[in-house]
């Protein structure tokens, strides 16, 4: 009822013009009461000289706040500046006042008007010491009024340097929440014992579930700029478990004029409780690598693509082409690169299966590097459609590697993934395929570099497990998983970015570059950190549903498959897979049947030869699992490829 009164009633009766009259007032208030002070509170002084002065003190006062705009600042909001204004304002009135006694003086303009040192110096404190006391009490006692009817937020700032002190500031300066900093957390041991504006620093260890219930804390505000260390990264790990709220603030260079904003203070995402370093790859050449080319993106519209493109436009390019066939998603990129104001760009709606329409775009636009995005990902669909897989994976990369020799392509960078390795569905089989495709192409006589990047899951993706839980927490739960053991590698949009990116800069040729991505991460362990972070428990709010393996569904992924070993890179991230040798001439044979006997769509038909091209590929949990207990080819296979005395993709 008060609040709403206040917030309603407030604005009228607190205008700027009502704040002139209240200082105004006080300041004859306050020479009133220096009078008083100068004859030690005796009436014994010539009220005649007070009469005269106070008007003349008024109309001073009234010129200094209208200069100075002291009046304009809402009390309520009451800061720095407008402490500073005040100050402004308090000199301008003592200053003009010894102008008019001066001028006065030299003049005798009015008989005997006089006003004593002491009198003008005492008033000048005692001017700023009352305007600002008015304006801090206000602005406490509407902030109690506002909060007294809601109930307290008791938060722990994680961080006590200079980050966690203004992070303190930007919360108690708050009117629009009730917040009380309880304590404060700090690594650092020098620190803990002390305190910050009465909350007490302590340690970790401290920061426990006993302290959380004791005090009732809601909340807990990561106050470190760089939580890039892997040791704070498994410390946000266990607070998540303890409070039902965990926000962080924004890294440095992301503050507003070095001050860290309330709204700035985000949620903790799951980016942020991986628990390793983030991967920066700090390489000067990468942007003369690039100075001046002309780069074609293909999957431009997806995750990947779409970073790729983001981060291409910020080096000094001459030409980005952005390839997709999703015209919706790829419409909304050139949107995207419009408003930046990017102009070095061609968004082209292109199916990489179309060989006319492929060789037709290289031809224009000769190429220096491209970046081979586009490809079918999801395992499942996958498993179903083995006809449309072939014919993106593995066709479509066979059509664009063919233009890239053609036209004299320097750089052919496949994104590939963890799946391709000991694949165990048809999609990680079809991407394995490509990586072989590549490598075949790479060891003839041509001038063209065929390089592939692999990695693990990209978290926020399309298609990936993270938007999937936030649609289930949308709808109320349970969040699904298909095995309480089956872990992944995970990996942000822009670190996988730069490993395609590095790859493209550093690639001499056959190689295949992955990261160190730190330890699997559980799917069990990330719902139920989803859920934590929405402010939900599980399984008291959320429950977590177990599905089973989904068709060519893996427990675990690996990055390295039987028989390769490493090789290090410049970076202790990066390192090079050292392939054992393969017939790689007859694996490109099989690999062009591959691509003709899928244009009959047998499923049985076209996975058998991908298992004849790729070994290793051992289906499971899939319709596919009897075809490796038939060791046997079957001979209609060899016999209709025989029988073909056509190439479809010949003159296309």
């Given at each position: 009822m008060i609040n709403n009164y206040l917030s309603l009633h407030l604005p009228k009766y607190a205008s700027k013009w009502m704040v002139l009259v209240m200082d105004t007032?006080?300041?004859?208030?306050?020479?009133?009461?220096?009078?008083?002070?100068?004859?030690?509170?005796?009436?014994?002084?010539?009220?005649?000289?007070?009469?005269?002065?106070?008007?003349?003190?008024?109309?001073?006062?009234?010129?200094?706040f209208l200069m100075t705009g002291s009046y304009k600042g809402i009390i309520r909001y009451t800061g720095l500046r407008d402490l500073f204004k005040v100050t402004l304002a308090t000199g301008c009135i003592t200053l003009l006042t010894v102008g008019v006694v001066l001028i006065n003086k030299g003049f005798n303009l009015v008989d005997n008007f006089t006003i004593p040192k002491y009198i003008?110096?005492?008033?000048?404190?005692?001017?700023?010491?009352?305007?600002?006391?008015?304006?801090?009490?206000?602005?406490?006692?509407?902030?109690?009024?506002?909060?007294?009817?809601?109930?307290?937020?008791?938060?722990?700032?994680?961080?006590?340097?200079?980050?966690?002190?203004?992070?303190?500031?930007?919360?108690?300066?708050?009117?629009?929440?009730?917040?009380?900093?309880?304590?404060?957390?700090?690594?650092?041991?020098?620190?803990?014992?002390?305190?910050?504006?009465?909350?007490?620093?302590?340690?970790?260890?401290?920061?426990?579930?006993?302290?959380?219930?004791?005090?009732?804390?809601?909340?807990?505000?990561?106050?470190?700029?760089?939580?890039?260390?892997?040791?704070?990264?498994?410390?946000?790990?266990?607070?998540?478990?303890?409070?039902?709220?965990?926000?962080?603030?924004?890294?440095?260079?992301?503050?507003?004029?070095?001050?860290?904003?309330?709204?700035?203070?985000?949620?903790?995402?799951?980016?942020?409780?991986?628990?390793?370093?983030?991967?920066?790859?700090?390489?000067?050449?990468?942007?003369?690598?690039?100075?001046?080319?002309?780069?074609?993106?293909?999957?431009?519209?997806?995750?990947?693509?779409?970073?790729?493109?983001?981060?291409?436009?910020?080096?000094?390019?001459?030409?980005?082409?952005?390839?997709?066939?999703?015209?919706?998603?790829?419409?909304?990129?050139?949107?995207?690169?419009?408003?930046?104001?990017?102009?070095?760009?061609?968004?082209?709606?292109?199916?990489?299966?179309?060989?006319?329409?492929?060789?037709?775009i290289l031809a224009h636009y000769r190429p220096d590097v491209i970046f081979h995005a586009a490809a079918y990902k999801h395992v499942p669909l996958m498993e179903e459609n083995p006809y449309e897989a072939v014919k993106i994976n593995v066709a479509g990369t066979r059509i664009l590697a063919n233009a890239a020799v053609k036209y004299k392509v320097d750089k052919f960078v496949l994104v590939s993934t963890d799946k391709a390795v000991n694949p165990t569905n048809v999609m990680g089989a079809t991407k394995r395929v490509a990586e072989i495709f590549i490598s075949a192409l790479q060891r003839e006589s041509h001038s063209t570099k065929f390089v592939t990047t692999r990695f693990g899951n990209v978290l926020g993706s399309n298609g990936s497990v993270i938007p999937l839980f936030r649609k289930q927490l949308e709808l109320g739960g349970p969040l699904t998983v298909t095995h309480r053991d089956v872990t992944r590698y995970f990996m942000t949009i822009p670190e996988a970015s730069q490993l395609v990116l590095q790859a493209g800069s550093m690639a001499k040729g056959g190689e295949i570059f992955l990261f160190d991505m730190g330890e699997c991460v559980k799917i069990?362990?990330?719902?139920?950190?989803?859920?934590?972070?929405?402010?939900?428990?599980?399984?008291?709010?959320?429950?977590?549903?177990?599905?089973?393996?989904?068709?060519?569904?893996?427990?675990?992924?690996?990055?390295?498959?039987?028989?390769?070993?490493?090789?290090?890179?410049?970076?202790?991230?990066?390192?090079?897979?050292?392939?054992?040798?393969?017939?790689?001439?007859?694996?490109?044979?099989?690999?062009?049947?591959?691509?003709?006997?899928?244009?009959?769509?047998?499923?049985?038909?076209?996975?058998?030869?991908?298992?004849?091209?790729?070994?290793?590929?051992?289906?499971?949990?899939?319709?596919?699992?009897?075809?490796?207990k038939d060791s046997d080819e079957k001979s209609a296979n060899y016999t209709i490829l025989q029988s073909l005395n056509f190439n479809p993709y010949k003159g296309m």
């Open positions: 007032t006080l300041v004859l208030l306050t020479f009133f009461i220096v009078y008083f002070l100068r004859f030690d509170f005796s009436l014994n002084f010539d009220f005649k000289s007070l009469i005269i002065q106070l008007p003349v003190v008024g109309v001073i006062a009234v010129a200094s003008i110096i005492t008033h000048a404190f005692m001017n700023f010491v009352a305007l600002a006391a008015t304006r801090l009490t206000f602005k406490l006692a509407y902030k109690y009024v506002m909060s007294d009817l809601r109930l307290t937020e008791r938060i722990v700032i994680y961080g006590a340097g200079d980050a966690g002190i203004m992070t303190y500031n930007a919360l108690t300066n708050s009117l629009k929440q009730n917040i009380r900093v309880i304590a404060f957390i700090d690594d650092n041991m020098s620190k803990v014992g002390s305190s910050i504006n009465g909350a007490p620093i302590m340690s970790r260890k401290s920061f426990n579930e006993n302290f959380v219930s004791r005090y009732g804390i809601s909340e807990v505000i990561i106050a470190i700029p760089d939580t890039s260390d892997s040791s704070l990264r498994k410390s946000i790990n266990d607070i998540v478990e303890l409070v039902p709220k965990v926000r962080i603030i924004p890294p440095v260079d992301e503050w507003i004029n070095g001050q860290i904003s309330l709204n700035q203070i985000k949620q903790v995402r799951l980016e942020d409780l991986l628990e390793r370093s983030p991967i920066v790859i700090e390489n000067p050449n990468l942007i003369d690598d690039f100075r001046g080319k002309t780069i074609i993106v293909t999957g431009a519209a997806g995750s990947i693509g779409s970073e790729l493109s983001r981060q291409l436009l910020h080096f000094n390019i001459d030409k980005l082409i952005c390839l997709d066939i999703a015209e919706s998603a790829l419409y909304n990129l050139q949107q995207e690169f419009k408003r930046a104001g990017r102009n070095n760009f061609k968004a082209i709606v292109c199916d990489v299966r179309d060989n006319h329409g492929i060789n037709a069990f362990d990330l719902a139920k950190n989803m859920i934590k972070l929405s402010g939900l428990k599980y399984p008291e709010d959320i429950d977590i549903e177990i599905t089973g393996l989904r068709p060519g569904e893996k427990l675990y992924e690996e990055l390295l498959a039987n028989g390769e070993d490493t090789l290090p890179t410049f970076h202790e991230k990066i390192l090079i897979s050292k392939t054992k040798e393969l017939d790689y001439h007859k694996l490109k044979a099989k690999i062009e049947a591959l691509c003709i006997l899928n244009l009959y769509n047998d499923k049985n038909m076209i996975v058998r030869k991908l298992k004849q091209i790729v070994p290793e590929y051992i289906s499971n949990n899939s319709d596919f699992v009897r075809l490796d």
